[in-house]
């Protein structure tokens, strides 16, 4: 009877407790750079010539799909084929 007592006691105090609790608040939103500016400036920088800090040079998506087309794409000398 003494077990029963204890349980509904601890019961009670959980539920009321549970309330007092603190609430996390929810995150809050950092200002920062819109999406728009970075797909603006890599739609720029994958639509033009230019060159790299690296040194190399790019050339536009569609310029350089039509190289591929004309060109092929390279072989290894002593490719096998696969099964």
Not at 37 to 50: A, F, H, K, M, N
Request: aromatic content about 8%.
């Amino acid at each position: 009877m003494t077990t029963l007592v204890i349980a509904f006691v601890l019961i009670t105090l959980l539920v009321l407790f549970a309330g007092r609790v603190p609430f996390r608040p929810a995150p809050i939103a950092q200002p920062g750079t819109p999406a728009s500016v970075y797909i603006e400036r890599d739609t720029q920088l994958l639509s033009t010539y230019g060159y790299t800090l690296e040194g190399t040079v790019h050339i536009p998506i569609d310029r350089a799909m039509e190289l591929i087309v004309e060109r092929g794409l390279p072989v290894r000398a002593d490719a096998t084929p696969t099964p």
